[in-house]
């Protein structure tokens, strides 16, 4: 069956500009996650939705990073006026049901380069 | 707040050594272990878990046995493969939700 897959798989835009990047979880997984790998470091947990609600959006760096998803499946997340730092690899990922013991599947990521 | 630490890399075993990787944890509770593979060019993938106390998670012959008195779930193989050079990646899961990482281990094994 399909995996998480995510678009676009190469981002590069200049300081200033607005991103959105899109994630399709696999199909019934009620759990979707956003995480942020920088250069060198592990990975961050930036925002989580059960169905189309984000109960945890404590990772997210400053109020330029929004999400939302719809429908329970495809999720957004946007980052306005980006910044140099912003640069990363943004992993996707989805679980059946929000359990500590799920597993969850990651997508292939999108990387973004901000100039 | 809950974390994660795992010994830094690069690691590098030659074919058929044995492989150990650290990995502590803190966090409150009875959290959900678990490791992360990262192949080259490849997605993030679940390599094994455990998820309470004494639990051995295994799979592709490596094993993890989740030790709650040393809040540890080191990684282990007895013999790697070149296939194996990977980012491997530690987590935990407490109360559902987020995962929280380690920085990561890159091992590279040479033939």
């Known amino acids: 069956g399909a995996g998480v897959s995510q678009s676009p798989s190469n981002k590069v835009t200049e300081k200033g500009k607005d991103v959105e990047l899109r994630c399709d979880p696999i199909?019934?997984?009620?759990?979707l996650y956003w995480y942020r790998q920088r250069l060198g470091q592990g990975l961050e947990f930036l925002i989580y939705f059960q169905g189309n609600s984000a109960p945890d959006k404590s990772g997210l760096p400053s109020d330029r990073f929004s999400a939302e998803r719809t429908g329970e499946s495809v999720s957004t997340l946007t980052i306005q006026r980006t910044q140099q730092e912003d640069s990363a690899v943004y992993l996707c990922?989805?679980?059946?049901?929000?359990?500590?013991?799920?597993?969850?599947?990651f997508g292939p990521g999108t990387r973004l380069t901000v100039l | 707040g809950d974390s994660v630490t795992q010994m830094e890399g690069p690691v590098t075993l030659s074919e058929e050594a044995f492989l150990t990787i650290n990995c502590t944890y803190t966090a409150t509770g009875y959290p959900s272990l678990f490791w992360y593979v990262q192949y080259p060019g490849e997605g993030l993938q679940l390599l094994l878990k455990a998820t309470k106390a004494d639990d051995k998670g295994s799979n592709k012959g490596f094993e993890a046995t989740y030790r709650k008195e040393t809040t540890s779930f080191h990684l282990e193989k007895g013999s790697v493969q070149v296939s194996d050079s990977a980012v491997y990646f530690c987590a935990l899961n407490n109360q559902g939700g987020k995962l929280i990482f380690g920085q990561g281990t890159e091992l590279s094994v040479k033939p």
């Open positions: 990922a989805s679980s059946r049901e929000r359990l500590q013991e799920a597993e969850q599947f």
């Open positions: 199909s019934g997984h009620t759990a």
